[in-house]
Nanobody
Framework: VQLQASGGGLVQAGGSLRLSCAAS????????VGWFRQPPGKEREFVAA????????YYADSTKGRFTISRENAKNTVYLQMNSLKPEDTGVYYC????????????????????WGQGTQVTVSS
């Protein structure tokens, strides 16, 4: 599975962006997907995740209520709608996919995911 993240850019605080994670391979519909970000000078952190069929979604406390993760398996794509953006949302955003056991308790750990996209830059100006 190869993942391609896109949709990043420069936006003012309070604005919105929608990121896309497009996948190749027919197995995508069986994979859970997570979004992570790496702020400048910091470690990679969990943003949001979705199960293989979209039945469950998970969010970091910092993104809950502002971000929405969704997927269209027919298009092999997962989306991250980001609203009310803040300067602290700045970073490189990565999508990742895999089919781990016990996903409901492990979704926030980067080590759970074997497949990663190349990242897309999101910059929120104040």
């Amino acid at each position: 599975v190869q993942l391609q993240a896109s949709g990043g850019g420069l936006v003012q605080a309070g604005g919105s962006l929608r990121l896309s994670c497009a996948a190749s391979g027919r197995a995508f519909s069986s994979l859970a997907v997570g979004w992570f970000r790496q702020p400048p000078g910091k470690e990679r952190e969990f943003v949001a995740a979705i199960t293989y069929n979209g039945g469950s979604t998970y969010y970091a406390d910092s993104t809950k209520g502002r971000f929405t993760i969704s997927r269209e398996n027919a298009k092999n794509t997962v989306y991250l709608q980001m609203n009310s953006l803040k300067p602290e949302d700045t970073g490189v955003y990565y999508c990742a996919a895999d089919r781990p056991r016990d996903y409901s308790t492990r979704y926030a750990a980067p080590t759970v995911y074997a497949y990663w996209g190349q990242g897309t830059q999101v910059t929120v100006s104040s």
